[in-house]
């Protein structure tokens, strides 16, 4: 039984070895994910949050892409009933609208799931799109703005003023060449 404890061990090790040479080697899937920045209000943030004052409702916006045979877009808000009634999205819709990338909805608002939120409690709204074009085109990142617009939700029975983040991506291409510039 000793053996057999003492084989499984080294076969471990011995995978988990070969597991690091590969990530040294280069060999790693990983793809980097960057940041789009929100410029709404002058932000100029990596998350933007507001709170519709009238109705105590607090919303954080983020995004993030990454290049990966396509432009990958991510957006999370976060939605926080401050008040004490109860917070429904189904009704809502959100449109997402994009200068550069061509994603499948663009522009088009779409309805928002059957969420609701009870006071005092939050909850997270994920969204994700796709450049169709599946190439790696970083001149698309450039010039880049993608705006985000809630609207339609219901604090029991009124209807709460819409809401609309404008994100700006952040460009590693530029950062490298800035910096290689100054040398």
């Known amino acids: 039984m000793n053996r057999h404890i003492q084989l499984r061990t080294s076969l471990f090790l011995t995978l988990l070895w070969v597991s690091y040479l590969m ?11 960057y940041p789009y920045l929100a410029i709404t209000n002058n932000c100029n943030c990596e998350e933007y949050s507001t709170v519709d004052k009238e109705y105590n409702i607090e919303y954080r916006f983020r995004a993030h892409y990454r290049m990966d045979k396509g432009v990958f877009t991510g957006i999370k808000v976060e939605i926080t009933n401050h008040s004490k009634d109860t917070l429904f999205l189904d009704g809502g819709a959100v ?10 909805y663009n522009d088009k608002f779409l309805p928002l799931p059957a969420l609701t939120i009870l006071p005092r409690r939050s909850d997270v709204l994920e969204m994700a799109g796709k450049d169709p074009s599946e190439t790696n ?31 700006v991506p952040k460009n590693p291409k530029l950062e490298k060449d800035e910096f290689n510039e100054d040398r």
């Open 23 to 33: 990530v040294m080697a280069g060999c790693s899937t990983t793809i980097t994910t």
């Open 95 to 104: 449109k997402i609208s994009s200068r550069n990338v061509s994603y499948q």
């Open 137 to 167: 085109d970083w001149h698309k990142i450039a010039g880049e703005q993608l705006t985000l617009t809630l609207k339609r939700l219901r604090l029991g029975e009124h209807e709460i003023k819409a809401q609309t983040v404008t994100f």
